[in-house]
C-alpha cells in the first residue's frame, strides 16, 4: 500500500552537496526542511517519493553547502570602509578609527552599519556572524531584520568611547542587551574583551566570571603585532597568552582573534586548553600584521575558523576570499602543497566557526535535526567549467558572485541573488548621509 507523502516545508536539490559533517560529497541528493529545521539528507528520487513539499527548489549546476560562519567582525565599520586605508595597526586604530568612533558611534550608525554588513554577507553566502562592537541592541535588530543568526559581543575596554564610560559600564550595557534578546532564536551573546592592551585585570577576571555564569564564550584580540606582546612583557611580565592563563580565560569557550606572533608554546598552550582560533588572513596581511601559523595550529589540534574582520580593515566581507587566501598561505608559508585542502578550509568556514561559538550542535554542516542555514553556489558559468571537484572549485574557483540562495532557520533570505529583505532602498539613503559626515571629518 503506497504511504501519503510527508507534508515540508521546502525539498532542495542541487546537483552536489557538501555536508561538511560527514565530510562526504554527495550528488543528486536532497535537503529536506521543516519549521526551520533539517529533516533528512537523502537521494533525490526516494526524496521526491517521501516528501510533499511546499515549495520545491530544484538547481542542477550547484553545490549546497552549510551556511558560511563568520568567526570575527566588527559590522557596523562597514560604514568606514576604505576610510583609512595603507596604514599600519596602530596608526590606523589610534589616529583614524577610534577619533571618528568617537565622533559617530551611536545607535543609529551601528544600526545602520550593521544592515549594510549583513546584506553584503548574506549575499556572499554567510549566515552567521560573531560580532565585536559598541551597541550591540542595535546590531541584533539589524541582523533580526535582515533574518541573519548573529552572536553579538558583550564589549569591554577601559577607556570611554560614546557608548560607555568604563569595563564595568560597557559589561552592563552589554548584559542588559543579551537580556533584552535572551528569546530571539537568531541572536547570541559573547564577551568581548577587546584585547589584553585595553583591558585591565580586573575587568578580565570579572568576564571570567560572568563566562561561567551565563555559559557564553569569550572573544578576544590575541597576539596581532609584535609590539603587543612587547609591552605585555613590559608590563605584565609575562607574554599577552601566558597573562590570560594566569586571569582564568583560557579554555574551550575562548575564541582567540588573530593569533599571528605565536611561538610553538603558545600553540601548546591553546591546544591542551581547547581554545579555538578566529584566523582573518586578509585584514592580517592588509594591516602588515604578519601571517598566523595556521598549518601549525591544525598539527596541534587546535580548532581554527575563519573572520573577515571589519569591512575598515579588509575591505571586504568576504568569506570566499578568505577561504582561498588561507588555502594558499598555508601552502606558501609551509612549503607543502598538500596543506589545507579545500575541504577542510570549508569545514573552517562553517563548522569550526559553529563549534568555537558553541553552536556546532545547530549549525555547521548539512545533518539532519541542525537549523537549515543553507547556500546554493551555482557552478554553471564558463569561469567556473570544467569541474572535476566542486568543493576545489568553491575555494579557488567560485567567488561570493556565484551564490544564488540563501537560507537562514529554513527561511530564504536571498532568493536568485536577491536580497528578499524589503529596506535596500532606505540603507542606501542612510549609507550616503554617513559618508558625507565621516568625509567631512577625515578632512578636517
Known amino acids: 500500500m503506497k504511504t501519503t507523502p510527508e507534508a515540508i516545508d521546502l525539498l532542495i536539490e542541487p546537483r552536489w552537496i557538501a555536508a561538511v559533517d560527514p565530510d562526504v560529497l554527495l550528488k543528486n541528493h536532497a535537503v529536506a526542511v521543516h519549521d526551520g529545521r533539517i529533516v533528512a539528507l537523502l537521494a533525490t528520487g526516494e526524496a521526491r517519493d517521501r516528501f510533499n513539499p511546499g515549495q520545491r527548489v530544484v538547481l542542477e549546476d550547484h553545490i549546497l553547502i552549510p551556511g558560511l560562519v563568520n568567526l570575527h567582525t566588527h559590522a557596523a565599520m562597514s560604514l568606514m570602509r576604505g576610510l583609512a586605508d595603507d596604514l599600519p595597526l596602530r596608526d590606523w586604530l589610534q589616529d583614524h578609527i577610534w577619533p571618528a568612533e568617537s565622533t559617530n558611534a551611536s545607535h543609529q550608525f551601528v544600526l545602520d552599519g550593521t544592515r549594510l554588513a549583513c546584506a553584503e554577507m548574506l549575499q556572499g553566502g554567510i549566515t552567521c556572524f560573531n560580532d565585536m562592537y559598541f551597541f550591540p541592541e542595535a ?198 602543497a598538500s596543506a589545507l585542502p579545500a575541504r577542510e578550509v570549508l569545514r573552517m568556514a562553517t563548522l569550526n566557526g559553529a563549534i568555537a561559538l558553541g553552536l556546532g550542535q545547530e549549525i555547521g554542516s548539512i545533518t539532519p535535526g541542525k537549523a537549515a542555514d543553507l547556500v546554493a553556489v551555482s557552478l554553471n558559468g564558463l569561469n567556473t567549467r570544467p569541474c572535476y571537484d566542486p568543493v576545489s572549485h568553491l575555494v579557488h574557483v567560485a567567488g561570493r558572485e556565484c551564490v544564488t540562495h540563501v537560507w537562514v532557520a529554513g527561511k530564504c533570505c536571498v532568493d536568485h541573488k536577491a536580497l528578499t529583505w524589503a529596506g535596500q532602498n532606505d540603507l542606501e539613503s542612510a549609507i550616503t548621509l554617513w559618508q558625507n559626515r565621516l568625509e567631512v571629518r577625515s578632512e578636517s
Open 139 to 336: 546590531a541584533a535588530s539589524a541582523a533580526s531584520e535582515l533574518g541573519m543568526r548573529a552572536m553579538l559581543g558583550i564589549t569591554a575596554l577601559e577607556f570611554p568611547t560614546p557608548y560607555a564610560s568604563d569595563a564595568d559600564d560597557y559589561l552592563d550595557k552589554g548584559l542588559a542587551a543579551r537580556e533584552q534578546w535572551l528569546s530571539h532564536p537568531l541572536i547570541g551573546f559573547c564577551l568581548a574583551p577587546h584585547a589584553p592592551y585595553t583591558v585591565a585585570d580586573a575587568s578580565f577576571e570579572r568576564i571570567v566570571t560572568l563566562s561561567a555564569q551565563l555559559n557564553v564564550p569569550i572573544h578576544c584580540h590575541i597576539h596581532e603585532t609584535a609590539h603587543e606582546i612587547e609591552e605585555s612583557r613590559r608590563l605584565h611580565g609575562v607574554t599577552p597568552l601566558l597573562r590570560l592563563r594566569r586571569l582564568g580565560l583560557l579554555g574551550p569557550g575562548f575564541i582567540g582573534v588573530h593569533a599571528i606572533h605565536i611561538e610553538d608554546g603558545d600553540l601548546e598552550l591553546l591546544a591542551t586548553t581547547g581554545c579555538s582560533v578566529a584566523h582573518c588572513p586578509t585584514s592580517n596581511l592588509k594591516l602588515a600584521s604578519g601571517i598566523s601559523p595556521v598549518v601549525r595550529m591544525r598539527q596541534f589540534g587546535i580548532n581554527v575558523g575563519l573572520g573577515t574582520d571589519g569591512a575598515a580593515s579588509n575591505n571586504r566581507l568576504d568569506m570566499f576570499g578568505e577561504m582561498r587566501l588561507a588555502a594558499l598561505l598555508a601552502k606558501g608559508t609551509s612549503g607543502d
